[in-house]
């Protein structure tokens, strides 16, 4: 009796595995219980919910507009020039600004003509007191007769250096002129240029070759 139902639970067993088991040999396990396979990445592709789909194009940058310069200082034109470039530059009146020159080939310093030479004379006393030595009284026959010549410069810079000791030493009578030949220059300050206005001025400046050019506040440049 044991030995029938021992044999009899086996093929029960043997037929309910049968069961599980296709052709293959792959055991019938419900879907849902199997573990999936990784997929490689460059395997996986979206697709668009529409096939018509327009492609979306490419951000554009945006078009920078023409750049403007702050400030730019033209120097060294001759007042014929002048006239000529501002004219065919053609800015607005708020674009540019002239200034006007008139250098010499020399500078002296002096205290202006006494009534007489004793007056001249006592003046002279004075600014020995104070420790001028350098001086030269204007002789009769000048526009600077009975004057105290103070020093001779090349440069206006020099002679008002000399003015400043000049007034350290309480010396305030003191003047400063032009002596010898005179030149005029005019200077152009022209402010906020557009890309196009920049191009002019370049072409232009072509035509001006002792103009020199600098940004304001900036060390000059020579316009080749």
Same mark, same amino acid.
């Given at each position: 009796?044991?030995? &029938?139902?021992?044999?009899?639970? =086996?093929?029960? %067993?043997? @037929?309910?595995?049968?069961? !599980? /088991?296709?052709? $293959? *040999?792959?055991?019938?396990?419900?879907?849902?219980?199997?573990?999936?396979?990784?997929?490689?990445?460059?395997?996986?592709?979206?697709?668009?919910?529409?096939?018509?789909?327009?492609?979306?194009?490419?951000?554009?940058?945006?078009?920078?507009?023409?750049?403007?310069?702050?400030?730019?200082?033209?120097?060294?034109?001759?007042?014929?020039?002048?006239?000529? &470039?501002?004219?065919?530059?053609? =800015?607005?009146? %708020?674009? @540019?600004?002239?200034?006007? !020159? /008139?250098?010499? $080939? *020399?500078?002296?310093?002096?205290?202006?003509?006494?009534?007489?030479?004793?007056?001249?004379?006592?003046?002279?006393?004075?600014?020995?007191?104070?420790?001028?030595?350098?001086?030269?009284?204007?002789?009769?026959?000048?526009?600077?007769?009975?004057?105290?010549?103070?020093?001779?410069?090349?440069?206006?810079?020099?002679?008002?250096?000399?003015?400043?000791?000049?007034?350290?030493?309480?010396?305030?009578?003191?003047?400063?002129?032009?002596?010898?030949? !005179?030149?005029?220059?005019?200077?152009?300050?022209?402010?906020?240029?557009?890309?196009?206005?920049?191009?002019?001025?370049?072409?232009?400046?072509?035509?001006?070759?002792?103009?020199?050019?600098?940004?304001?506040?900036?060390?000059?440049?020579?316009?080749?």
């Amino acid at each position: 009796m044991l030995k &029938f139902v021992f044999w009899f639970l =086996l093929a029960v %067993n043997v @037929i309910v595995f049968a069961s !599980t /088991v296709d052709y $293959s *040999g792959i055991s019938k396990i419900p879907a849902e219980s199997r573990a999936y396979e990784p997929v490689e990445d460059g395997r996986i592709r979206i697709l668009s919910s529409s096939r018509n789909a327009s492609p979306v194009p490419p951000v554009e940058e945006k078009k920078k507009g023409l750049s403007e310069t702050a400030c730019i200082e033209l120097e060294n034109f001759n007042p014929q020039d002048a006239d000529l &470039f501002a004219k065919k530059m053609a =800015l607005p009146a %708020n674009k @540019i600004s002239r200034t006007h !020159t /008139v250098k010499a $080939s *020399g500078y002296m310093v002096y205290i202006p003509p006494f009534k007489n030479i004793k007056t001249a004379e006592k003046r002279i006393a004075e600014l020995q007191a104070k420790g001028i030595t350098n001086y030269f009284l204007i002789p009769e026959g000048t526009r600077f007769r009975h004057a105290i010549s103070l020093g001779l410069f090349k440069t206006e810079k020099s002679a008002r250096n000399l003015m400043e000791e000049l007034e350290k030493r309480s010396i305030h009578d003191a003047r400063i002129t032009a002596r010898g030949k !005179t030149t005029e220059s005019v200077s152009f300050k022209l402010n906020n240029l557009s890309g196009n206005q920049i191009d002019h001025l370049n072409t232009l400046l072509t035509a001006f070759p002792q103009v020199t050019r600098k940004e304001c506040g900036v060390a000059t440049e020579i316009v080749q």
